[in-house]
């Protein structure tokens, strides 16, 4: 569905609310004349049913005409249609002659207005991805206490990134700036595809975008500047994930388990524990090297003696 589809929905939806507002003060205010019209005056029930559903109606259009996104909404009114045309098939089913005829008037004209609803509701309802499924940018900043030159060129190689990239298995450098990236979410799928660079400025730039795979149309890039008071290097990510079809990021993210903002900060605050100690912190829970997949088994830091007394 294209922005103009969910602008459109939306567009219906308000319509809608502004028809409800005339569909709920005319019962109000002319409830007898109404109720002849529908061919329901020979009951007081059926005219206290009436007033019901113009405040019904009138909630709905508050609910549309207040709202930034309306047409998911619209199922609010979908159920009152619903309703409607109950009553009204009992209504038909208890009258003859003309007032039999104009309820089953007033019953078309109710159920072209359902089918409008319907229409519009369900554009809404594919409107309402998942959160992290929408497109979006995530930007994360951190200092490392290396020079710029230094911490360039170890991004530069992608094949470093799953030292502390948890998400990542393998990065494979296919030559003339593409690579292959392979992750595994915690579900145990495995994700693959290719990516691109499009900018590579020396110890300052780096930036691609994914070409192949689940994850096609996702792109980065990694600024690098001299921090503030000669701190050693600023890293700035910035992350477009908008790939084709919600559903893939959707996918994605659930397989990694967070969300890319934490995710990326995550990946920033191990890429400067390797950069300034040259591996991710260990402890006793956690013996088992730099590969950043493997702190998922690590549990609390705790000193660790070793031979006369050092610490490790």
Known sequence: MTDEDRRRADRLARALGVAGLGLGIAPLTATDAISRLCGVDDSGTARTMLRLAGVRELVHSVLLLGSRSPAPLVWTRVVGDMLDLTALGLA?????????????????????????????????????????????????????????????????????????MIHLDTVRDLGDGRSHWRATGPLGRTLEWEAEMIDDRPDELIAWHATQGMIAGNSG????????????????????????????????????????????????RRFKQVMETGEVVLSEGMPMGTHAKRQLRQRAAQPMSRGGGGFR
Request: charged share 25%.
């Open 92 to 164: 038909a089913s208890n009258r003859t002659g003309h007032r039999r005829t104009r309820v089953l008037a007033v019953t078309a004209g109710v159920a072209a207005i359902t089918a409008a609803d319907v229409y519009t509701a369900l554009c809404g309802l594919r409107r309402r991805a998942p959160e992290h499924a929408r497109a979006g940018t995530v930007h994360a900043t951190i200092t490392v206490n290396r020079p710029r030159d230094e911490v360039y060129r170890f991004w530069h190689d992608f094949e470093n990134l799953p030292q502390f």
């Open 221 to 268: 890039a990694v600024r690098f500047t001299d921090a503030p008071g000669d701190r050693g290097t600023e890293v700035r990510v910035t992350l477009q994930y908008a790939p084709r079809g919600g559903g893939a990021v959707a996918a994605f993210t659930r397989l990694l388990g967070e969300h890319p903002d934490q995710m990326v900060r995550d990946d920033l």
